[in-house]
């Protein structure tokens, strides 16, 4: 099985994302200092941000 079908899993997961939220993430749509996705696309047209906790 491949390994990144687990991380997307573990993205839904532990956001709420939808598959196609998950699926159009780019790397500048992640902070990691800050610990936030922020998703620009979104069903709703509305932008969402996730933080992510440890």
């Known amino acids: 099985r491949p390994g ?3 991380s997307i899993v573990a993205v ?3 956001t ?3 598959k196609e939220e998950i ?3 780019k790397w500048l ?3 990691f200092r800050r ?8 069903k709703s ?3 969402r941000e996730f933080l992510r906790e440890d």
């Open 4 to 6: 990144y079908l687990k």
């Open 12 to 14: 839904a997961i532990c």
């Open 16 to 18: 709420g994302m939808r």
């Open 23 to 25: 699926l159009e993430l």
């Open 29 to 31: 749509d992640i902070d």
């Open 35 to 42: 610990k936030i996705i922020t998703i620009l696309k979104t």
């Open 45 to 47: 047209q509305k932008k």
